[in-house]
């Protein structure tokens, strides 16, 4: 999707005497104009929190490939620069070395006393003469080049700039890693700030470039900081006219889709842990020092009810034990792929007062929140680090936010009121069935028009782009369809059956047509809502990963129908009921 963007100036540090302001350039070319102008309480915890989500954005956990096709087209140029040079330089300089050398060998015949000292100038001449030969450096020039391509893919995030919003109680700054495989949000409290004048909301591209990363970096605790989002741009002398930056950003489809689907994750239900800085400290501390080489690579969190946690990190087997206590009222395992990523806490760690992690089960995504008092930052994490946000999981499928619904008396009511819950939506559209208010939210953070604050746990209106996204970004896909097809025919013979483990097994079967076979689906949940186990005997499953991490149209089918069972109560261990049993215990 072609973009552009157009910034008044770039973003900097405008410094007078021990006052500094941050000036964010924001996009002129978006219909609303942002402004925003207020002083800093904590500097320096804005400072580190906009650094942090600077190692977001530039991290990359993907594995590398060597690009040779462009190494060798870059070689050829270097030949032939070089071929070129040594047939027009190197032959007369050659000629007269080779002679010098045949003179000063006819010398060395007739005076012995003198040859130590002829050889060395010998060796000089044929240093000389290697300069010349266009291979001797060659490993020289393979390393450079592979040097140009890190620095290259190193700046590549800088194309795509983070989002800022301002909201009527807080500012935020959104942003994804290069592998798209993490996501970061900075939510700001307008408490943090002394406003100098009044707030314009909206949402807006800003100009964040390496310059200005490093002039953060000089922040200290006796420098007032003010951080400004002016349309006008920002110049050192008020008398020179700004000069307008544009940019033509080429976005991802995968970056685009991606708020998307951690929206949609982070409305699912999960497990949250409660963890001091000191844990955190130690689980970083560990990773640190510890580099695995062979698989497998994930942190085992056990968690025991009313027992301190622990993690065991494989391959070493090392198990550290946290001050943190599970509270829960069942056992459980989680495991951790791609741990490396949680690295990035490390800035936040003598700065938050608590964090916050969320497990939404197995193969599935984790969020993290450092409580810094007045600022929060929210790090979403996918199931390991190969996998986007995009691939696999359907997340808005499992949070129910499937079709168009009522999308547009969604958008007017979120763009008039800006921050919602999801049980005002509800209640401000009571008119409407639950089902397609849900299915409007799903539509609107599909369009890039709203995401899901974890910390609050509210709907917020943002407009990720500044023109309206194609309608093939956005539109119902085949799996979507898939799904409304299959739930029709989910409580046809659907099963439950409740264990002495505390768990909810789901199962039913899925006739395709008279000469297709029949698929059986089985899910098992616990009691926190979480996916133990599932199955399914149709080809995609097997195909796949066969978790929950690619899931078939069948499974997200029964697994939207049996989440509204999950709150059935007084049923029998062990025994299977069917839907008609179902139906009379809840009527």
């Known amino acids: 999707m072609q973009v552009n963007y157009k910034y008044a100036s770039p973003s900097k540090c405008v410094k007078a005497d021990d006052k500094t302001t941050l000036g964010f350039s924001p996009d002129l070319s978006r219909d609303e104009k942002v402004s925003f102008l207020g002083k800093l309480k904590h500097p320096l915890i804005f400072r580190d929190a906009m650094l942090m989500l600077r190692d977001i954005v530039i991290s990359d956990m993907s594995k590398k490939t060597k690009e040779?096709?462009?190494?060798?087209?870059?070689?050829?140029?270097?030949?032939e620069r070089r071929v070129k040079e040594h047939k027009e330089y190197v032959p007369h300089i050659r000629e007269a070395l080779k002679n010098k050398i045949a003179s000063y060998d006819n010398v060395l015949t007739k005076q012995n006393k003198q040859i130590n000292e002829l050889l060395t100038i010998q060796k000089k001449l044929q240093s000389e003469i290697n300069k010349y030969d266009a291979w001797n450096d060659y490993y020289k020039i393979e390393r450079d080049f592979w040097k140009f391509i890190k620095d290259r893919d190193y700046n590549l995030w800088f194309v795509l700039d983070p989002v800022i919003t301002v909201h009527k109680d807080q500012v935020s700054f959104e942003a994804f890693s290069?592998?798209?495989?993490?996501?970061?949000?900075?939510?700001?409290?307008m408490d943090e700030f002394e406003l100098l004048q009044e707030p314009k909301l909206g949402t807006t591209n800003i100009d964040f470039s390496a310059k200005l990363e490093k002039e953060?970096?000089?922040?200290?605790s006796y420098t007032d900081v003010t951080l400004s989002v002016d349309p006008e741009g920002f110049t050192i002398d008020n008398d020179i006219v700004p000069e307008y930056i544009e940019k033509k950003i080429d976005l991802p489809e995968t970056w685009i889709k991606g708020f998307n689907q951690v929206s949609s994750a982070a409305a699912l239900d999960g497990i949250e842990l409660e963890l001091t800085p000191s844990?955190?400290?130690d689980i970083c501390a560990f990773l640190r020092k510890h580099k695995e080489k062979k698989s497998p690579r994930y942190m085992k969190w056990i968690l025991e009810p009313k027992k301190r946690i622990q993690i065991v990190f494989e391959p070493f087997g090392t198990v550290i034990t946290l001050n943190a206590v599970y509270n829960g009222s069942q056992k459980r395992e989680e495991k951790i792929w791609g741990r490396r990523r949680w690295l990035v806490a490390e800035k936040l760690i003598p700065l938050s007062k608590m964090f916050y992690v969320r497990f939404l089960g197995f193969g599935m995504p984790q969020f993290i929140r450092a409580d810094?008092?007045?600022?929060?930052?929210?790090v979403g994490f996918s199931s390991w680090s190969a996998?986007?946000?995009?691939?696999?999981?359907?997340f808005n499928i499992m949070a129910g936010f499937t079709g168009n619904g009522n999308y547009k008396d969604v958008y007017k009511l979120l763009k008039k009121e800006r921050c919602l819950s999801m049980d005002d939506i509800f209640n401000s559209m009571s008119d409407a069935k639950k089902d397609k208010v849900k299915a409007g939210i799903g539509m609107l953070f599909r369009r890039g028009e709203g995401y899901f604050d974890v910390v609050n746990n509210k709907v917020r209106f943002r407009q990720l782009c500044n023109v309206p996204l194609p309608e093939e970004l956005y539109e119902v896909t085949q799996i979507e369809k898939d799904v409304q097809k299959y739930s029709k025919l989910t409580f046809d013979n659907m099963k439950v059956k409740y264990t002495h483990q505390k768990e909810f097994i789901f199962s039913t079967t899925y006739?395709?047509?008279r000469w297709?076979?029949?698929?059986?689906?089985?899910?098992?949940?616990?009691?926190?809502?979480?996916?133990?186990?599932?199955?399914?005997?149709?080809?995609?499953?097997?195909r796949g990963a066969r978790n929950i991490s690619e899931p078939c149209a069948h499974i997200l089918a029964l697994y939207v129908a049996s989440f509204k069972l999950l709150k059935l109560k007084d049923l029998e261990y062990d025994k299977e009921y069917k839907i008609n049993d179902i139906m009379e215990m809840l009527l």
């Open 516 to 542: 297709m076979p029949e698929n059986n689906t089985e899910i098992v949940i616990d009691q926190d809502g979480q996916i133990v186990k599932l199955s399914c005997s149709c080809n995609t499953f097997k």
């Open 511 to 513: 006739s395709e047509g």
């Open 279 to 281: 844990d955190m400290y």
């Open 387 to 394: 996998n986007d946000w995009v691939k696999g999981t359907a």
């Open 178 to 189: 290069i592998d798209e495989s993490t996501y970061g949000c900075l939510s700001v409290k």
């Open 216 to 220: 953060m970096q000089r922040f200290r």
């Open 68 to 79: 040779r096709p462009e190494y060798f087209l870059w070689l050829n140029e270097e030949i």
């Open 372 to 378: 810094m008092g007045t600022m929060q930052m929210t």
